[in-house]
């Protein structure tokens, strides 16, 4: 199984992006996707998970201005950030469980400008 993220780039603080995370392989069932972000010089952390019964649930980094999306029949998750801010900036990485197995993805790098 393997997960691609797509969707970061360069962006002006008050913009949006859209995050995608797509997985591939032999998959029977995705329990739950996720995003994670790990800042500069910060240790990695949750930003929000979906379960297969679109139950969502949003780390401290991500309240608010983020929100979790899935279409598991495409093996996709998605994730959309509204009005960005400089403190948003890092590696935003893919998670999901999958036929009980836990896999990430490469990241996508998402940075700020103020």
């Known amino acids: 199984v393997h997960l691609v993220e797509s969707g970061g780039g360069l962006v002006r603080a008050g913009g949006s992006l859209k995050l995608s995370c797509i997985a591939s392989?032999?998959?029977?069932?995705?329990?739950?996707m996720g995003w994670h972000r790990q800042a500069p010089g910060k240790e990695r952390d949750m930003v929000a998970v979906?379960?297969?019964?679109?139950?969502?649930t949003y780390g401290d980094s991500g309240q608010g201005r983020f929100t979790i999306s899935r279409d598991f029949a495409k093996n996709t998750v998605y994730l959309h950030i509204n009005d960005l801010r400089p403190e948003d900036t890092g590696v935003y990485y893919c998670?999901?469980?999958?036929?009980?197995?836990?896999?990430w993805g490469q990241g996508t790098q998402v940075t700020v400008s103020s």
């Open positions: 979906i379960t297969d019964r679109n139950t969502t």
């Open positions: 392989g032999r998959i029977s069932s995705i329990h739950l």
């Open positions: 998670q999901a469980r999958i036929d009980w197995e836990t896999y």
